[in-house]
T-cell receptor, first 110, second 114 residues
Framework: QKEVEQNSGPLSVPEGAIASLNCTYSDRGSQSFFWYRQYSGKSPELIMFIYSNGDKEDGRFTAQLNKASQYVSLLIRDSQPSDSATYLCAANNAGNMLTFGGGTRLMVKP | NAGVTQTPKFQVLKTGQSMTLQCAQDMNHNSMYWYRQDPGMGLRLIYYSASEGTTDKGEVPNGYNVSRLNKREFSLRLESAAPSQTSVYFC?????????????FGPGTRLTVT
């Protein structure tokens, strides 16, 4: 059973809107969480990581973590067509291995 | 500074053939990883090497072997390729000290087994 779950999408949002991407995890021992962006045919690249409950902001991106609910989210403000990609959520477990979700495909329409 | 490099970029094999995927990193990272990515499955860990001289199985190790040749290089070998091994393979490296924890990925190898 997959330990990190994401809705596969596609999630379609209009340009300029807020895109909300969600992820749940099952391992309560996971302490830190990562969001990767992957363009079609390319390798994943790190957008943000978070390890404390609450929000963490970086430019147009905000990561949110709720350890009690085992829930992580990524908000993308002022979405651009260039944000269209697959977003992978990953949890860092006690063995310092990253477990990845299946990814959510985001489409931002002009 | 090239980061993580992988060769080859593309490969087609016949069932039963063998091959080695090469990976190298120039960031002086201790930990290196091999993943496979199939549609809708995300990234699944095949093998990892926490440090030079050690290797361990990940989630899907069957049909693969690895070698941590030195701190820079970590290779993945398919001894007898099967169609189920058709996938995109990513190598990654990571440094677990210093607080960064970012994992860097190579460009990937697209493997087709017929």
């Amino acid at each position: 059973q997959k330990e990190v779950e994401q809705n596969s999408g596609p999630l379609s949002v209009p340009e300029g809107a807020i895109a909300s991407l969600n992820c749940t995890y099952s391992d309560r021992g996971s302490q830190s969480f990562f969001w990767y962006r992957q363009y079609s045919g390319k390798s994943p690249e790190l957008i943000m990581f978070i390890y404390s409950n609450g929000d963490k902001e970086d430019g147009r991106f905000t990561a949110q973590l709720n350890k009690a609910s085992q829930y992580v989210s990524l908000l993308i403000r002022d979405s651009q067509p260039s944000d269209s990609a697959t977003y992978l959520c990953a949890a860092n477990n006690a063995g310092n291995m990253l477990t990845f979700g299946g990814g959510t495909r985001l489409m931002v329409k002009p | 500074n090239a980061g993580v490099t992988q060769t080859p970029k593309f490969q087609v094999l016949k069932t039963g053939q063998s091959m080695t995927l090469q990976c190298a990193q120039d960031m002086n990272h201790n930990s290196m990883y091999w993943y496979r990515q199939d549609p809708g499955m995300g990234l699944r860990l095949i093998y990892y090497s926490a440090s030079e001289g050690t290797t361990d199985k990940g989630e899907v190790p069957n049909g693969y072997n690895v070698s941590r040749l030195n701190k820079r290089e970590f290779s993945l070998r398919l001894e007898s390729a099967a169609p189920s091994q058709t996938s995109v393979y990513f190598c990654a490296s990571r440094e677990l000290t210093g607080g960064s924890y970012e994992q860097y990925f190579g460009p990937g190898t697209r493997l087709t087994v017929t």
